[in-house]
């Protein structure tokens, strides 16, 4: 069952590479008294993913700032390594925008964001959602049907449910 607006989010680890190569980060530590957007798409450099999901978020990183979003984050079911590449090629990591791997896909399915698509490679992977976490609970869920679309977790659309 899919984590709902006014629920705590789940106890679980993320990955990222540090200085001395991939490092845990635990998802309290992220979230714990902040305010913070976190969203999920299904695979780094897939289409949708690096043409628009990615980019509504770099666009849109100052003026979540402005309306108290202390972190913005990105995970996928994917390794930190891929994570850590994407955020270079894509400079979000030079946006602020934390790039974090759920490489087992362990707090995706947690959440019930979980999809498989078979025909294209995808096993276990995040359907493409945004959330907005205030320390630790979700007040804003917005979730795409279709993972080739864009639309309700948009950055634009998290940044309009903000104001």
Known sequence: ???S???AL???EFLRVGENGPESVSIAALTAGKTVVMFGLPGAYTRTCTAAHLPSFIRTAPALREKGVDEIICF???DPFVMSAWADDTSAG?????MLADGSGAFTKAIGMDFTAEPVGFYGRSKRH???VKDGTVTILNVDENPGECNLSAGETILDALS
Do not use: F, K, Q
């Open 1 to 3: 069952m899919a984590i």
């Open 5 to 7: 607006v006014g629920e």
């Open 10 to 12: 789940p106890a679980g």
């Open 76 to 78: 996928s079911v994917n």
């Open 94 to 98: 030079a946006a602020g925008i934390h």
């Open 130 to 132: 945004a959330m907005v």
